[in-house]
């Protein structure tokens, strides 16, 4: 009689990957309304964009009443010192402790143990898991030895790894994994997936892409297969990650390639329907998706500039309401030009709340410094100044990382 194939503990408050398709972790595209919409149309998980350990340490977490989620939160550090009684806290992480309840998985940029557990220990008691970005390609995580940086230190991400096993995933019984790209040589990557599978982690998640690959060129495929029998014999749940279109496909790419999961990426930026079957219709209609986003995004008081972001992505770049929507500059002015007349009042709530709204004193006097010479004489040049200088790395961005104009409102 056949002995069943090994398999690690699925600790009790965490999720076993396989047999599942899920969003993969997008900064900027995997903020909570994305999340939720990918969860309405069939995700099995969703992974939230990559949060940096030391964003994350010094924040404070609060129960959201208008939206009942989690909001982890932090005065911005390009803040004066003595903030006035009207400054906003940015909001560095957002979570729904019911709807995302047993399905979201809390994606850490670290390169240190230690603040990898502190941070990771936030968020523990709310998420399924925790999983390591050791992928990602961009200077701002790769500089700070993040993200695909750590594949060229195979020891250290095993520790990282172990000590997240250790004092947070047996801890709060939750997984810990991590999401990995192929390295130069099949031998190499071979080696790297064999160290990170002994460490105690639940799931390994390869990108189909070597570090220098940009997201149009094809995915490699030929190291599937290895990757899997190794994550098998070592009783981890294996998944891919790399030009999924939509479920169908991930289930096919899972059978032919022997792997237990898949993550949808770029297609579900586009549009979240990727996550239905072609059987139950496939992917919706743009319009559909784009009110049934907005709804949600109202619902978690989304950041504007944030939503706008994510609407790009979702309308045809060519219609011309979508080049007119990137114009818009409040909730309400976007709902208006869609047609959403039934949204307009929550999108003036939301407005209102978040100090967007047309009668906001700040956004009234930045208007009117750009238009009065006096005031430019006298402190247009200093505006500026501060800019280029939060430019050069000093602030604390969402992220954790350089600001990005479009996600601050």
């Known amino acids: 009689m056949a002995s069943s194939p090994k398999r690690v503990p699925i600790p009790k408050n965490g999720v076993d990957y396989r047999g599942k398709v899920v969003l993969a972790p997008m900064v900027r595209s995997g903020e909570l309304p994305s999340r939720l919409l990918a969860l309405k149309y069939g995700a099995d998980l969703v992974w939230g964009p ?33 903030p006035s009684s009207t400054s906003r806290e940015s909001v560095i992480f957002r979570l729904h402790p019911t709807r995302e309840n047993g399905h979201l998985i809390f994606q850490i940029g670290t390169s240190q143990p230690a603040l990898a557990v502190e941070a990771a220990k936030l968020v523990a008691p709310h998420v399924a898991g925790i999983d390591v970005n050791a992928g990602c390609p961009k200077p701002f ?5 993040m993200g695909a940086a750590l594949l060229q230190t195979p020891d250290h991400l ?20 991590v999401k990995i790209r192929l390295l130069e040589t099949a031998e190499k990557t071979k080696t790297l997936v064999q160290k990170l599978c002994a460490t105690g982690i639940i799931g390994l998640t390869v990108h189909c892409r070597t570090t ?45 390639y022997g792997i237990d999961g ?10 979240p329907s990727a996550f239905r079957t072609r059987e139950d219709g496939g992917l919706l209609p743009w319009r559909e998706v784009v009110e049934e986003y907005m709804k949600t995004a109202l619902a978690v008081d989304n950041k504007w500039g944030n939503t706008k972001f994510t609407l790009s992505h979702l309308m045809p770049g060519k219609a011309e309401v979508s080049r007119r929507v990137t114009g818009c500059k409040r909730y309400i002015d976007a709902c208006k030009l869609l047609g959403f007349e039934e949204l307009h009042s929550r999108a003036q709530e939301v407005d209102e709340r978040l100090g967007i709204s047309a009668n906001n004193e700040n ?30 790395g000093g602030s604390l961005s969402e992220r954790g990382v350089t600001a990005v104009p479009a996600m601050t409102v």
């Open 262 to 271: 898949a993550m949808i990426a770029t297609a579900a930026e586009s549009n």
């Open 158 to 177: 095993a520790s990282i790894l172990s000590a997240l096993v250790k004092e947070v995933g047996k801890v709060y019984e939750i997984g810990i994994s």
């Open 141 to 145: 995580s790769t500089s700070g030895g």
């Open 363 to 392: 956004h009234d006097i930045r208007g009117k410094r750009k238009k009065n010479p006096s005031a430019l004489a006298a402190g247009g040049n200093m505006v500026i100044e501060k800019s280029h200088s939060i430019g050069r």
């Open 50 to 82: 990559e949060t940096v350990d030391k964003s994350m340490i010094g924040t404070t977490k609060r129960l959201n009443p208008h939206t009942s989620t989690i909001d982890y939160t932090r005065t911005p550090s390009n803040q004066s010192r003595e």
């Open 212 to 256: 220098p690959m940009r997201p149009r060129e094809r995915a490699i495929r030929d190291q599937l297969r290895m990757i899997a029998d190794i994550c098998r014999s070592a009783g981890v749940a294996c998944m891919m990650n790399g030009d999924v279109r939509d479920r169908n496909e991930a289930v096919q790419l899972m059978q032919e």
